[in-house]
């Protein structure tokens, strides 16, 4: 069945799959907007919520609360990202619930007492244990879409793009989720500014007790785009095949990749489809635990974490106020999205594992001159801005955007679905543990924080350059294959 797009429009080849690619793009977008208000947000959610003391972290205890329910919803999503594709028919049709799913929960996040009945704002006084609640219902189901998306988008993505681009396009969905928090702190400090200085001197209208509003429904716009422009997409070819769909697959082949090359790719996936895996495990053990690791390794190493506190974590370490911290997040994106760009142009060249140990190493050292500059005295704490830079410029090459094709496109075609649902659940999982823990260990223990990051980093270096196989090249049916052959090379060994 032919795609909208190419009944309006005769697109054959890259032109098609560029278009389909930019349409992704924007999931990425969403995803990286919705993770990126998280930051903004944390703050002034726990200033407006004072409804009595929590033992003596009463603060630390919101700020986790505040920052744990979206990742609590991307855990949800994540995990039954297989099961409500399978409902729904499609990879498709779960990315359009997906744009429902983030406006329900920007407006919901906005107006909170809804839930409650009440159609007016209640001021901080009014507020209690209720309103609250109500908004970390909306901010799960905001998570619930981002596990989702997670999941499907990227996968989504690494079964349109052929093996020589695969790297540079799946890597553009990342960029974008990049921008996409860039854009988030961006209108977080333009908010900040405005309900600062415009209404710091009106009642109801502060930062503390509106602000947050405005900065969570700013989501909605974005996300209505998402919605309009995820119609046009067709269904993966690969996932047709896998439902027996295959006249449908090879129309879908023939607008991405013209006649020859269709024809040739449905004889490769036809023929690795000739022998049903089902098992989790078909592969063996060690492709899903390569998997497990990087994203333990890519959690660990505290990206995911550190955005969400962020601007607290930066107003701490240069000793600035809120505002300015937020600022310079920004830049500290910004810099994230440029290394993001390098790496696009590099990952099809020198292949994944070259850029994850460099950009692993540059982690390495950041976290070495954090350490140098807190703990010697006379040391101005300004400088502690360089290695934040050199962290933001580090991880994208590595955790953020090589590592992330990685396990996309590592996994067999077979596995690919549980495989992905089960280690993006898992990724999600130890973001979440982080993001419990992390503000209780960060105000009295900062030191167990900082150890944990430096060993998993370690970790990281080591496992990328024992373990991995380069992947640049090949195509997904050759992965596959490169998997059944160690592990029947390994039964035959054993026997």
Known sequence: MKNILAK??????YAYLYILTMILC???MVNGYFLGTIAGTEQP?????????????????????????????????????????RWLGGKKYALILTAFLFIISAIGSYHPEILLGKIHRLSPEESGWGVF?????FRIIGGIATGISSVLGPMYMTELVPAEKRGKLVTVFYLFNTLGLMLAFLVNSLLYRYHSIIYQLQDFTTLYDTGWRHMFVAIAFPAILMLAVVF????SPRELILDGKIKEAKNTFLLLYGYERSQKIMGELQQSFNVKRVNLFSYGRRVVLLCVGMAFCQQFIGYNVIICFLPRLMSDLTICETATAVQLSVILILMASLSMIVTFIFIDKFGRKPLMVSGTILILISLILIFVFITIDGINPKLCYIPMVLYFIGYPISGGSTCMVYICEVLPNEIRRQGSSYVQTLSWIFNLVLILFMPHLYANHGWIIYTILVLTTITAIAMVIILLPET???TLEQIGKY??????KKATVGH
């Open 8 to 13: 309006l429009f005769v697109f054959e080849g």
């Open 483 to 488: 998997w059944s052959i160690r592990e029947n």
């Open 472 to 474: 640049k090249g090949m």
């Open 232 to 235: 046009v997409l067709p269904h």
């Open 133 to 137: 609640i109500s908004l970390m219902f």
């Open 45 to 85: 959610v726990a200033s407006y919520f004072k409804m009595g003391e929590i033992g003596s972290n009463y603060m630390e205890t919101i700020h986790s609360l505040v920052v744990a329910a979206p990742i609590l919803g991307c855990c949800l999503g994540a995990y039954f990202s297989t099961y409500i594709r």
């Open 26 to 28: 924007i999931i990425g």
